[in-house]
C-alpha cells in the first residue's frame, strides 16, 4: 500500500484565519479584521465550508484558501495547509494563488469597458484590431467569437505541450506566434469549443484597440478602480510577495509543478489572486458601476448556437452561468500547480472563491459549488 501523500506535516492543518468585516465602495474601503466566534451569523455555514475543504485537505491538498462575502462584505475568509510545503509557510488569507481561468472573467469586463466606450466593434474582423494576424479560410473570427469561444480557434494541443511554456513574450502580440498559423476547429460562429488561446487573441485585440499595454490595461481599467491590490500577473522575472508554491501529483507523490512561463497566457489563465481579492472582484463588477447593467448582462449571457441550443458550460463573454436556478456565475480555472473556483449568486449577493497550490485540486470535491448555498440558509 502506498504511503498517503500528505505527510504529518502536511496532514497538520495550519489555519491563518481573518475575517474581514468589510465593506467596499468604489471610492474607499474601510473595515477591521476579526475572529470568527460561534455567535457568528454564519457560523454554521462556515462550519460546514470547513469540513467541504477538509475533504480537499484529505486527498492530499498543500494549501488551500477560502473566502466567501455576503452583501459587500467579506463575511470568512481563511487558510488551510501550506503555501510552501518545505519550508512550512502556512496558507493566510494574503497567499496568492494562480487562478487559472478565472483570469477570462476579469479580461471580459476591460472588454466590457472598451465595448462601452466604442472603442471595440464587437462584430469587426479582429483584423481590423490585429492586422498581422493571419485571415483563416473557414470563416471571420471577430471579438464576441473570440469571448465566447465559438470563433473556431484550438484550445492546448493534445499533449499539453503548450501549456507548458518556458519562453517570456514581452507582449501579448509575440505570443500569438504560437497557434497564429494554425487552421481553425470549424467555421466561426457554427460551435462551441473552448480556447484559451482564443483568449489571449482576445488580448491582443483589446491592447491594439486600446492603445495601451495588455497588462497596464488590466491594471488601470480593472484591477484598480476595483482595489484588487493582491491580483497581479503571475510574472516569474519579478519576486512576487506571498506567492504560493505551485505542486502537481506524480504516481501519487507530491512533487514540484513543472516550471512555466505564463506571459503567454495572461488573459486566459496567467493572473494570480486571493479569494478575498476575487470576493471584492465580483461584488465589484456587480455593484462599483465599472458597468452599466445592459453591458453586464451581454457578458453573462450565453448565445445560441445556429443549431438552437445554448453553447455549453453556459458560456457568454467570459462568464459561466453554473446554475439556472438561481443563477450562480463566475468561472474555474485549472493551472499547472493551482485550481480555482469563483462563483457569485448577483441576486442573492453572495461571492465565494476557493483556490488550491495543486493542479486538479479541486475536483476531489464536487460539492463546493454548493458552498455559496450554505450562506443563503
Not at 480557434?153 to 494554425?182: C, G, K, T, W
Request: proline content about 5%; charged content about 20%.
Amino acid at each position: 500500500m502506498k504511503t498517503p501523500i500528505r505527510s504529518s506535516l502536511l496532514f497538520l492543518t495550519v489555519t491563518s484565519v481573518f475575517v474581514v468585516n468589510l465593506a467596499w465602495s468604489q471610492s474607499s474601503i474601510s473595515g477591521r479584521y476579526a475572529v470568527v466566534e460561534s455567535s457568528s451569523a454564519y457560523a454554521d455555514a462556515i462550519a460546514r465550508a470547513r469540513a467541504d475543504v477538509e475533504v480537499l485537505m484529505e486527498a492530499g491538498a498543500p494549501g488551500v484558501s477560502i473566502a466567501v462575502g455576503v452583501d459587500d462584505e467579506l463575511v470568512w475568509a481563511e487558510g488551510f495547509g501550506f503555501a510552501d510545503v518545505e519550508n512550512a509557510v502556512p496558507v493566510t488569507t494574503q497567499t496568492k494563488f494562480r487562478v487559472g481561468s478565472v483570469s477570462k472573467t476579469m479580461t471580459s469586463i476591460a472588454l466590457g469597458i472598451l465595448y462601452e466606450e466604442g472603442m471595440i466593434d464587437l462584430d469587426m474582423p479582429i483584423q481590423q484590431y490585429v492586422p498581422g494576424f493571419p485571415v483563416k479560410e473557414k470563416g471571420t473570427v471577430t471579438t464576441r467569437l473570440l469571448a465566447s469561444h465559438r470563433a473556431g480557434i484550438r484550445h492546448y494541443l493534445p499533449d499539453m505541450s503548450d501549456n507548458y511554456v518556458q519562453e517570456h513574450y514581452d507582449d501579448v502580440i509575440d505570443a500569438l506566434e504560437i497557434f497564429a498559423d494554425d487552421p481553425l476547429l470549424a467555421v466561426p460562429g457554427d460551435e462551441y469549443s473552448y480556447s484559451s488561446h482564443g483568449y489571449n487573441l482576445l488580448s491582443a485585440v483589446l491592447q491594439e484597440a486600446s492603445g495601451v499595454e495588455f497588462l497596464t490595461l488590466m491594471r488601470e481599467r480593472v484591477f484598480s478602480p476595483l482595489k484588487l491590490i493582491e491580483t497581479v500577473a503571475d510574472h516569474t522575472d519579478y519576486i512576487v510577495t506571498g506567492r504560493a508554491a505551485p505542486y502537481a501529483l506524480r504516481d501519487g507523490r507530491l512533487i514540484n509543478a513543472p516550471f512555466v512561463d505564463n506571459s503567454y497566457k495572461w488573459a486566459g489563465g496567467g493572473f494570480i489572486s486571493t479569494p478575498s481579492d476575487l470576493v471584492k472582484f465580483g461584488f465589484g463588477v456587480f455593484h462599483s458601476g465599472i458597468l452599466k447593467e445592459e453591458t453586464i448582462d451581454l457578458l453573462l449571457s450565453p448565445p445560441l448556437l445556429p443549431n438552437g441550443t445554448v453553447a455549453e458550460q453556459n458560456y457568454g463573454l467570459g462568464w459561466m452561468t453554473f446554475s439556472e436556478e438561481g443563477p450562480w456565475v463566475g468561472h474555474t480555472g485549472g493551472s499547472v500547480g493551482g485550481n480555482t473556483l469563483f462563483t457569485m449568486n448577483p441576486n442573492e449577493g453572495v461571492v465565494v472563491a476557493v483556490v488550491c497550490n495543486l493542479s486538479g485540486c479541486l475536483g476531489s470535491n464536487p460539492d463546493l459549488r454548493s458552498i455559496g448555498n450554505y450562506f443563503l440558509e
